[in-house]
């Protein structure tokens, strides 16, 4: 039952918003009685109050079903912070400026993370007139290639999509360009920097 809504989750979010078991009880449309169960662990809330429970705990349901809110202390933004998701099922990949919770498919998405290069995932970068052309020597077979190539920048993201049979590269605007991400779909992400 972990994999529901904890108890303990309630109770330290209901005391972190400085509520009484009585205000999220009126807030959720429950009685106290109710709220004091769950956060023992004698009973859950319904289906039906999740969204309200969230909702009344400023959260998302995602986040309370998984059992860690997400606080993204990015607020500024900062690109070095960036991290990427993908999806197991469809293969979507999804982008995130700071700490953030993402779920596709059903699927609660980790954030991905930078693997030591090798000399299969080693990125290699090109300078051509205002472009860095980026290749990788890297099979691109059905189950097994390399999925994206992104350029990261303090001010944005460019993102090529790829696909098996196609070439394991493509060409980015070097326009303040600090980092350069290779995503393969056995391996995880590999990064390259700029010095």
Request: net charge neutral.
């Amino acid at each position: 039952m972990n994999n529901y809504v904890t108890g303990a989750m309630i109770r330290r979010l209901r005391e972190g918003k400085g509520m009484t078991q009585e205000a999220l009880a009126e807030r959720v449309h429950v009685s106290a009685k109710a709220v004091s169960k769950w956060e023992t662990g004698r009973g859950f809330p319904d289906i039906s109050l999740l969204e309200p429970l969230a909702g009344a705990l400023g959260l998302s349901v995602i986040e309370l079903l998984s059992g860690e809110a997400v606080q993204n202390r990015n607020r500024c933004a900062n690109m070095a912070r960036c991290g990427f998701y993908v999806c197991p099922v469809c293969g979507n990949v999804i982008h995130a400026i700071g700490e953030a919770l993402v779920s596709c498919c059903g699927v609660t998405l980790p954030p991905l993370e930078v693997e030591s290069e090798d000399p299969e995932h080693c990125i290699r970068v090109e300078v051509v007139e205002d472009e860095y052309y980026v290749t990788l020597d890297h099979p691109m077979m059905k189950e097994h290639y390399i999925s994206f190539l992104a350029a990261v920048s303090d001010q944005g993201i460019q993102l090529v999509k790829l696909y098996p049979e196609g070439s394991a590269g493509t060409r980015f605007k070097i326009d303040r360009v600090k980092r350069l991400y290779a995503c393969c779909n056995r391996h995880g992400l590999y990064q390259w920097k700029r010095t």
